[in-house]
């Protein structure tokens, strides 16, 4: 990988992870980037992988992880929710003034702590699972859900987006955690319980730039919750 690249690059290790709705945003704002798969990280490995360490020897990793978003200036950015702002700060997807850019970091931090508590049944035990899938799934998810369609409702008719008038990084993220809900087999919760969410999720993926993100070849497979 030459550190000559006229494009910016998104580096992270094998699979979605956090930097799937760094991803999105970037499909739906058209932009073209270098995605650099790391290799897949084993957790338990005191080095992850090579490519990774040669990233930490040369100095780009602040914090010593992934993701890692460089320009072709030097700049570099890592945190998934900094990288994510970014992108969208950069791309016309935060929003049309400070009061809509809040609105969108609201989202974005609801989006993470529900995707955080999903995410959490794939290192379960048995015994640990049998406990918080109820919980979870029957519990927090509801609530969640019924808190993004309350929200989306009241951004005017319901029918559009999430704050303002136009799409913006709100949209992606909240997209980003139903499609892991339609990934796992929840689409009949979304269908009976929550309308407005269900169709939000239709229109997102028909937007010309993000369907073709979603039926690319290239892209990782979905995160299975309860297998891993």
Same mark, same amino acid.
């Given at each position: ?86 992108? $969208? %700060?950069? +791309?016309? #997807?935060?929003?049309?003034? @400070? ?7 609201? !989202? *974005?931090? =609801?989006?993470?702590?529900?995707? $955080? %508590?999903? +995410?959490? #049944?794939?290192?379960?035990? @048995? ?7 109820? !919980? *979870?799934? =029957? ?90």
């Amino acid at each position: 990988m030459s550190d000559q690249s006229s494009l910016p690059r998104l580096s992270y290790f094998t699979g979605r992870g956090v930097a799937e709705k760094i991803r999105l945003a970037l499909a739906e704002s058209a932009t073209e980037y270098e995605d650099i798969d790391l290799g897949k990280f084993d957790v338990k490995a005191k080095e992850k992988t090579p490519p990774f360490e040669e990233l930490k020897r040369a100095g780009k990793l602040a914090f010593d992880k992934v993701p890692l978003w460089e320009e072709p200036d030097g700049f570099r950015v890592v945190q998934s929710l900094a990288i994510l702002r970014h992108v $969208a %700060r950069t +791309r016309g #997807l935060y929003g049309a003034n @400070p009061r809509e850019s809040a609105a969108c970091d609201m !989202i *974005i931090e =609801g989006v993470e702590e529900v995707t $955080a %508590r999903a +995410r959490s #049944l794939t290192s379960l035990s @048995p015994d640990q699972l049998g406990e918080q899938l109820p !919980i *979870i799934l =029957g519990e927090e998810l509801p609530q969640w859900l019924g808190h993004f369609e309350r929200v989306l409702t009241n951004n005017g008719s319901g029918d559009g987006f999430f704050v303002g008038t136009a799409v913006s990084v709100a949209d992606t993220s909240v997209f980003g955690f139903l499609e892991l809900l339609v990934d796992n087999g929840l689409m009949e919760v979304l269908e009976n319980n929550y309308p407005r969410l269900r169709a939000f999720f239709e229109r997102m993926s028909q937007r010309p730039n993000l369907a073709r993100y979603i039926a690319s070849p290239k892209r990782n497979p979905p995160v299975q919750l309860l297998n891993g």
